[in-house]
């Protein structure tokens, strides 16, 4: 017997809503609402991260409810569910921050959980802040049935006495405190005026990275990325996602067909096209695993060496992402590079159509008369930002953010930060100065535990304007609005006896992105009579998420994912 449509589309739930052994599931969907006319419909789960403690993630539950009337209007039932949705601006340096990745895991594997055992067709996930996006992919590429990402949305800017801020204005305002660059009564101006309301923060930052680059992956419809979260067009966008759902249910597109090695590498020309965060190496080494696909970070140096760098959005650059929809947004700046070869067009999306041609409906880009992207003839940087460096204190690999304004070559004495905090008093005592490789250690997945962003630490920097007379490495991470000279990511972290563990105040360490080399100028004898002394540190915490955390959590360079033995 042909199967009808309906027995396709329902092909997960109809486990509960069909079969004559599961009355007690038939009496629940009942007790939910659903009507005789309902129990064969399709079934989409509806994951929000919404949670009204911070403007990423605020609006999101609202955002949903729109999503699901498109679903709804489209014949199927939708069912929103909640997952966490911790903010990385309100984690409060290291304690908080332990928390942010390992978020992401738990994110994916709350999604993985509700959707599979829930028994769900499909699923969209209604996503803002820097994890929840790639919490969200792996967790859709673990399902492997039809599912879509609607982006939460990039904030508006703030203003203060015709300056236009964001979330780093606050950052900086600290530093500028410490240096008594800033009256009392501007300090608190800024803090009251950097965010006006819902949505992401809002330069190239993390979550502004990953929904640009998940759009161009073909996970998102296009534009989700470009609208900022208070736009008429992001509602519009939510009322759409039940259609482009239907589609998929209809023709069986998961996201084994999406989430390609192909796609993958989209997505990281995209970072590396607009000068994204040097996260986005983290979440799609993560992302690619959960999609059973063969990434590493000598792929992504090779996407950068072959990507100039053009787009000039913050933290390094002028503009925010809300300036791109008035250039065509994301599209047009996706099509550019399709143009000239650096795209794959022939990738599928969640549209049901190819990447090349979404684009064909995308507008081009005016370089006569915009000044956010570059023409690649003429880039800020002929080759991307993200540089993954080796060398004897990263034998297994470092991400460096180098966007070329801040040089290529470092060398400099070792100032060594046992805990992250402890920058922000030598900032304040003047013990931080002019060549000095500031080393925070103790900051990795396990070591930390969750590998913390050094945002504080290098905000106040700038703040204190050593931006560009001091670099910074570290086995945590940076956010998405850091700049300066960084590197982050490197492995083996300090808690496993990596050579990061090794550094003494006065080392002369060498940062060269042209030889891609981090160099701990000490003998081999030396290293390895200071690793014969290295003893490992107690775990910082034995039980609760950390605690599994630390004992699962795999290196940076694998992407610190959980769920791998
Ligand atoms: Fe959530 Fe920046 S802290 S997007």
Redesign the pocket.
Known sequence: MQETETQVLNKYSRTLTQEVTNPAAQAMLYAIGMKEKDMDKPQIGIASTGYEG????MHLNGLSVYVKQGVTANNMVGLIFNTIGV????TNGNDGMRYSLPSRDLIADSIESVVAAQWYDGVIAVV???KNMPGAIMAMARLERPAIMVYGGT?RSGHYKGKKLD?VSAFEALGQKFAGNISDEDYKGVIQNSIPGP???GGM???NTMAASIEAMGMSLPFSSSYPATHEGKQEECKKIGAAMKLLLERDITPKDIITKKSLENALTVVMALGGSTNAALHYLAIARSAGLPLTLDDIQEISNRTPFIGDLKPSGKYYMEDLLEIGGVPAITKYLYGEGLIHGDCLTVTGKTVAENLAEASDLDFDNQKIVFPLSNPIKPSGHIQVLYGNLAPTGSVAKITGKEGTFFEGDAKVCEHESEIIDMLAKGEIREGHVVVIRNSGPKGGPGMSEMLKPTSAVMGAGLGDKIALITDGRF???THGFVVGHITPEAFDGGPIALVKDGDKITIDANTRQLTLHISDEEMAARKSNWKQPAPRFTKGVLGKYIRQVKSASEGCVTDES
């Open positions: 911070n403007p990423c993630n903010s990385d601006g309100m803002g802040c820097d904030i979330i949505g992401a923060c930052y993390t979550a956010s998405g609005g």
